[in-house]
């Protein structure tokens, strides 16, 4: 038996950089990239709530589905 696993994508065009996403992440997994001023994930510490896709207002933050894994 499998599973599908998610990833957290973003539509920089809909984004609007306020930045709620970050704020309502309760792993760190989002993260401000100064450098280039645009989000940053790191997939290891996410653990997949959902709190920075109901923060989002514009909706720019979606999931897209991963490699499926096995269950064994």
């Known amino acids: ?6 990833i957290l994508a973003w539509n920089n ?4 950089h306020c930045f709620g996403c ?10 401000l ?6 989000l940053s ?10 709190s920075c896709l109901r923060a989002c207002p514009t909706g720019a933050l979606h ?3 991963m490699e499926p894994v096995s269950n064994q």
């Open 1 to 6: 038996m499998s599973r599908q696993r998610v």
């Open 13 to 16: 065009e809909y984004c609007r």
């Open 22 to 31: 970050i704020a309502m992440c309760v792993r760190g997994a989002l993260t």
């Open 33 to 38: 990239d100064h450098e280039h001023a645009a």
């Open 41 to 50: 994930y790191d997939i290891r510490k996410c653990i997949r709530c959902g």
């Open 63 to 65: 999931t897209e589905p």
